[in-house]
C-alpha cells in the first residue's frame, strides 16, 4: 500500500490552497465582475459620468460589421498558429529526444525563444521583414516576391503567424519532451522487433499515447493565439492594413484605449471571454473523447 501523507490540522490545506485562490481572485475573478459590470454602462473616458444602458452596448457591438470581421480575422489566426505552433514543436520536440551528441545544448537553443516577450519577438521579425530594411524582405524581393506588409493584408497576416508561431513553439516543445520521454523504451522497441517502421511506431503508437499531452497545448494554444498575442500584433502590424490582422483582443484594446469606448470594449470582453470558454467546453466534451490516458 502506498504511503499517505496525513495533514495534522484541518487549516493547513487551506492555507496551502490560499496564495493560488488569491491570485485567481484578484487578477482574474474580480477583473472579469468588473468587466461585466461596465459593459452595461455608458461613460466618458475620465469616468466623470455614468449611464445604465442594460445590454445596448452588446446590441451595437452586433450590429458592426467590424466586429463580424474581427472574429473571422481571429478564428483564422488561432487556427493557422495553434496548427503550425504544435506540429513544429512536436517536430523538434521527435528529434530531439534521439540520443545525438550535444543534444542537451540543442534543447537549451530551442527552449529559449519562450523568454522572448510577445512584443519584443515582433520587433525582432520586424527588423528581418520590414519592406527596403529587412534582410528577408529584400531576398523575397530579389526573387519576384512583391513583399509588403504595411499595405498588403494577406503578408501582415503571415508575419503575425511568423511571429507568433515562433514565440509559442519553445512551449510546445517542452511539453512534447516531456511527454516522449515518459513513453516506455520498451513498448517501441517491442514494435521494432516486430518490424514496425519509424513512422508507423510514431503514428500507431508514440503520437495516441501523447494525446493527453497533445489535447492539453492544443487548449493552451488557443487560449494564448486569443488573449496573449495582443504585444505581438500591436507592434507588428497596429490591426493593419486595413483590418486584416485586427483580432478580438487587439480591438477590445483598440476601442478601449483609443476609441474611449469604455463600455463598449467591455462588453467586447465579455464576448470574448465567453467564446473562449465554450471553446474549452466543447473541446473537454469531444475532443477529449480521442484522448488516451
Do not use: C
Request: proline share 5%; charged share 10%.
Amino acid at each position: 500500500m502506498e504511503p499517505r501523507a496525513i495533514f495534522s490540522g484541518k487549516l493547513l490545506p487551506y492555507l496551502l490552497i490560499l496564495p493560488q485562490l488569491a491570485v485567481s481572485l484578484i487578477f482574474f475573478y474580480w477583473p472579469a465582475l468588473q468587466a461585466l459590470q461596465q459593459s452595461f454602462l455608458v461613460q466618458d473616458a475620465f469616468g466623470l459620468s455614468t449611464e445604465f444602458v442594460w445590454f445596448e452596448n452588446y446590441v451595437a457591438l452586433l450590429k458592426t460589421p467590424e466586429y463580424y470581421h474581427a472574429i473571422g480575422v481571429t478564428f483564422v489566426f488561432s487556427a493557422l498558429v495553434a496548427f503550425f505552433s504544435l506540429t513544429l514543436g512536436l517536430l523538434l520536440a521527435t528529434m530531439a529526444n534521439n540520443n545525438i551528441r550535444g543534444v542537451q545544448i540543442y534543447r537549451t537553443f530551442l527552449i529559449i525563444p519562450y523568454a522572448v516577450a510577445p512584443a519584443v519577438a515582433s520587433v525582432l521579425f520586424i527588423f528581418m521583414f520590414q519592406p527596403g530594411l529587412g534582410m528577408i524582405a529584400r531576398a523575397l524581393q530579389r526573387n519576384g516576391i512583391d513583399w509588403n506588409p504595411v499595405l498588403n493584408g494577406t503578408h501582415a497576416m503571415i508575419l503575425v503567424v511568423i511571429v507568433a508561431v515562433w514565440n509559442q513553439i519553445s512551449y510546445n516543445f517542452l511539453f512534447f519532451l516531456a511527454g516522449l520521454q515518459a513513453i516506455p523504451k520498451s513498448v517501441i522497441e517491442a514494435a521494432a522487433i516486430d518490424g514496425a517502421k519509424p513512422m508507423r511506431r510514431f503514428w500507431t503508437i508514440v503520437f495516441p499515447l501523447l494525446s493527453p499531452t497533445t489535447f492539453f497545448l492544443i487548449i493552451v494554444n488557443i487560449t494564448y493565439v486569443f488573449f496573449n498575442t495582443l504585444g505581438i500584433i500591436d507592434t507588428a502590424t497596429g490591426g493593419g492594413p486595413n483590418g486584416a490582422t485586427q483580432t478580438l483582443v487587439y480591438k477590445v484594446f483598440q476601442d478601449g484605449k483609443g476609441g474611449t469606448d469604455l463600455g463598449g470594449s467591455a462588453a467586447q470582453s465579455v464576448i470574448l471571454m465567453i467564446i473562449v470558454v465554450a471553446l474549452t467546453a466543447f473541446q473537454f466534451r469531444y475532443v477529449e473523447k480521442k484522448v488516451h490516458y
